[in-house]
Structures are given as C-alpha cells and as structure tokens.
C-alpha cells in the first residue's frame, strides 16, 4: 500500500496568495483527518471527515480556511488569503473505521511557509 | 472533556538508560489507546496501541507500554535506549466520535 499521500510536499508562498493542499487517503479507509504542527501550537486537529461528511471542524481556525472531500480518495484543504502566521507543517491522516478512534495513517506532510 | 496528559515535556538520557515517559488521560469509557513516534522532519508513526486484552503491549523498537485502567495511564517505557530513539513521542487516546485525542508530547534526546 502506498500509504497516506499529501502534495505538494513543500510550499513557499506570499501573503494573500491562496494555498491549496491535498490529500489521498489509503484505499478503504473512511476517516480523513487534517492536522497543523507548530513549534508554539503543538498538533492541531482542523477538521475530520467520515465517509467523505465533515463531521467536526471545530478546530479551523477562521474562515479563510475551508476544506473538502469530494470523494473517498481525494481531500484538499484550502487556504485563501494566505498569512504568515499559516506558516506549519500541515498533515494529513486516514483511518478505519472511524466510529471508535482507530489507528490514523499519517502523510509525510506538506511544509507551508507564507512569507 | 476528553483530555491526555504528558507529564514530561523534555527527557533528556545517556544511551543504554532506560525510558519511561507518563501518559494519563481523562475519560470513562472504553478506551483505545496509542503511541505515536515523530522523528526529526518526519511524519507520525504509529509505535503501538492498546485496544483491548493484555494491557502489557509491545510495540516496535523494543518498546512497550502499560496500561493501567485504575490509574487512567498509558506509560511508555524502553529498557534500553539507542541515540536513534531521539524523537518526539505522543500518547493519544481513541473517543467514540472517532478521532484522536494527542497529549502535547515529549521531546526526548539521547545523548551518544
């Protein structure tokens, strides 16, 4: 198995560019997961999905954060406008199934600095 | 709410000490629990995890950690430790609503 696959693996933009990350989970599993990691902040979860459903995004930290899964295989996490304080590396993980904490894959991650 | 705690936020040992870093987490059900591995750059790895009956579980690399219902505590220990150990290591616990709870982790360096 290919395992958990984020792109690209490093972005350098400009304040107020648009981001846009993305995410391929393992085959079969049915919970995505997004993570942000931080020196300050430790992991962050963002936001997780169920079956391709948002379930809690609670922790997207303001509106110029969106994310989506269109389908079962493929998740993006946008950001628009980008800060430099958006500067992390961002993870993504998978799991099945997801109703009782199962093992999360995570991704190598996408390293995100806005300048 | 859920909450895990890792009472260590830096451990610092020579190489061949042993390791045993705390991990007690709030919640009153049934509970799946994990340790997770971060090296230097790199990704989260799973080291190992507990879901249900030996509460002694052993992992990868020779670690193994135990889980002690009474004391709500997933401790992780290594008899021995190697330079290559140095990481970053995570207790999480599993919720019904299917994510994962992370402690703030604990930085260990081991010294050559």
């Known amino acids: 198995d290919a395992g958990v696959i984020q792109s690209p693996r490093h972005e350098v933009t400009e304040m107020g560019q648009e981001v846009t990350l993305r995410c391929k989970p393992i085959s079969g599993h049915n919970s995505l997961f997004w993570y942000r990691q931080t020196m300050m902040r430790g992991l962050e979860l963002l936001i997780y999905?169920?079956?391709?459903?948002?379930?809690?995004d609670s922790g997207m930290p303001e509106d110029r954060f969106s994310a989506k899964m269109p389908n079962a295989s493929f998740s993006t996490l946008k950001i628009q406008p980008s800060e430099p304080r958006d500067s992390a590396v961002y993870f993504c993980?998978?799991?099945?199934?997801?109703?009782?904490?199962?093992?999360?894959?995570f991704g190598p991650g996408t390293r995100l600095l806005v300048l | 709410a859920q909450s895990v705690s890792q009472h260590n936020h830096h451990v610092i040992l020579s190489e061949a000490a042993s390791l045993e870093l705390g991990c007690n987490y709030s919640?009153?059900?049934?509970?799946?629990l994990f340790w997770y591995v971060q090296y230097p750059g790199q990704h989260l790895q799973l080291l190992l995890k507990y879901f249900s009956g030996d509460p002694l579980v052993k992992g990868i690399k020779g670690f193994e950690a135990e889980f002690i219902k009474s004391k709500f505590s997933f401790n992780l220990r290594k008899p021995s430790v190697q330079w290559s150990d140095t990481a970053e290591y995570f207790c999480a616990v599993g919720n019904q609503g299917g994510k994962l709870i992370f402690g703030q982790g604990t930085e260990l360096s081991v010294k050559p």
């Open positions: 919640y009153g059900g049934t509970v799946n």
């Open positions: 993980a998978s799991s099945y199934p997801g109703t009782s904490g199962g093992t999360q894959y």
């Open positions: 999905f169920n079956n391709n459903v948002p379930i809690d």
